[in-house]
């Protein structure tokens, strides 16, 4: 599994960004939303049952990542099509506020090592990614626990402060101080 410190890979896949068929699809790449953070985070399949609370968290919680400089990117292996019918029929997905990408062949999932031998689905893992393309964090649970959105964001900005932060750091607190 691609870990802290490596680059995250190359990809070109496509995002659902509009429960709107007709402006539904939109190209996304390792080179989309240069400069920025990213928080790149997978399920295992749509349509299922702890999906969609993660992926509505992470939604309600866009405007906090976005104000750190950060896009976030929801993926699975389902395809486009797939995204686009869960997004229309869930309500809580129906606004979304960031791409759904559609990992049909596996392409990204597989060169980060998160494919669940078993079920031959991405496991539930989650990436930050500095704006120069390095992984700085990763976050995976077991397909059945779903994961917090609100540790996500607080380790970007701990990360951000680019400094030591203790145990439970919360944006504003103190950082530590090498002696």
Not at 64 to 84: K, N, P, T, Y
Request: contains cysteine; charged residues 25%; hydrophobic residues 40%.
């Amino acid at each position: 599994m691609s870990g802290v410190g490596h680059r995250f890979p190359e990809f070109s896949l496509t995002g659902v960004v509009s429960s709107d068929p007709q402006k539904a699809f939109q190209p996304i790449t390792h080179e989309s939303f240069a400069g920025k953070w990213k928080v790149v985070f997978f399920w295992p399949k749509d349509f299922t049952f702890v999906c969609p609370t993660e992926i509505a968290a992470f939604g309600k919680l866009e405007k906090e990542f976005r104000a750190r400089d950060a896009q976030v990117l929801g993926a699975s292996i389902d395809s486009e099509f797939v995204h686009l019918a869960w997004r229309r029929e869930k309500e809580e997905l129906r606004n979304l506020p960031f791409p759904m990408l559609a990992d049909i062949k596996r392409e990204l999932s597989g060169a980060l090592g998160i494919l669940d031998p078993e079920a031959g689905v991405a496991q539930r893992a989650t990436y930050i990614v500095d704006p120069h393309g390095i992984i700085r964090f990763v976050y995976v649970t077991d397909m059945n626990v779903g994961r917090s959105p609100e540790e996500v964001l607080r380790v970007l900005d701990a990360l951000q402060t680019d400094e030591l932060c203790p145990c439970n750091w919360q944006k504003g607190e103190d950082t530590l101080k090498a002696a």
